[in-house]
């Protein structure tokens, strides 16, 4: 099965950029997705088909691709940023129809 | 605005099914263009889907929790639904329903994300 693969933690100052990896095989060729998750609450897509904002989420958030790596950086960093950040693909193949895929996340802590 | 609420029992016994249901309401016009799926977070933990369903009945799971799931559509109540079978205190989670739209890849190869999610509902395992 298909892994993504991210670092568990991430620590920034405020004012500074985040940047959050997401690794897998051929990872640019599936459109990668990003999650913000707050503690308590329910995910929030901020990043979909690898760099587009949904209405509402500031431009302060970007998503690129580098060779078998997405990120997703974060400019400006704000405290109210602090959550944990999902990736997510969706893999099918000729074995199996299709899957949604998450990364493990990655925690991201505002100094 | 579209909005997702799931509904069920907090309280499921080892061995037993869990069901629950997400209730879809506002932005009608649409829903038969996209995907309704389920994903759960057991405690201090990731992300995990279980698996979606297209209001025309079409369905994905999870691989390795397809021998236990069933996922349903009612278009008429505008719900869907989840059902587990035989739980152990490892399905012990927050269970959330969302929202999934359809993108195409540079090869025309579709994909699926989550846009809209319901705010969630812990189930407990436990005799």
């Known amino acids: 099965s298909y892994v993504l693969t991210q670092p568990p933690s991430v620590s920034v100052a405020p004012g500074k950029t985040a940047r959050i990896t997401c690794g897998g095989n051929?990872?640019?060729?599936?459109?990668v997705h990003w999650y913000q998750q707050k503690a308590g609450q329910a995910p929030l897509l901020v990043i979909f088909?690898?760099?587009d904002r949904p209405s509402g989420i500031p431009e302060r958030f970007s998503g690129s691709y580098s060779g078998n790596t997405a990120t997703l950086t974060i400019s400006r960093v704000e405290a109210g940023d602090e959550a944990d950040y999902y990736c997510?693909?969706?893999?099918?193949?000729?074995?199996?129809?299709?899957?949604?895929?998450f990364g493990g996340g990655t925690q991201l802590t505002v100094l | 605005q579209l909005q997702l609420q799931e509904s069920g029992p907090g309280l499921v016994k080892p061995s037993d099914t869990l069901s629950l249901t997400c209730s879809v309401s506002?932005?009608?016009?649409?829903?038969?263009?996209?995907?309704w799926g389920w994903i759960r977070q057991p405690p201090g933990r990731g992300l995990e889907w279980i698996g979606s369903?297209?209001?025309?009945?079409?369905?994905y799971y999870n691989p390795s929790l397809k021998s236990r799931v069933t996922i349903s559509v009612d278009t008429s109540n505008k719900q869907f639904s989840l059902k587990l079978y035989s739980v152990t205190a490892a399905d012990t989670a927050v269970y959330y329903c969302?929202?999934?739209?359809?993108?195409?890849?540079?090869?025309?190869?579709?994909?699926?994300?989550?846009?809209?999610w319901g705010k969630g509902t812990t189930v407990t395992v436990s005799s």
């Open positions: 969302a929202r999934l739209p359809v993108g195409y890849t540079n090869d025309d190869a579709p994909y699926y994300y989550m846009d809209v």
């Open positions: 506002g932005d009608s016009k649409s829903r038969g263009y996209y995907y």
């Open positions: 369903v297209h209001y025309s009945g079409s369905t």
């Open positions: 051929n990872v640019r060729s599936k459109s």
């Open positions: 088909s690898g760099s």
């Open positions: 997510q693909v969706w893999d099918s193949s000729v074995d199996h129809p299709g899957s949604v895929v």
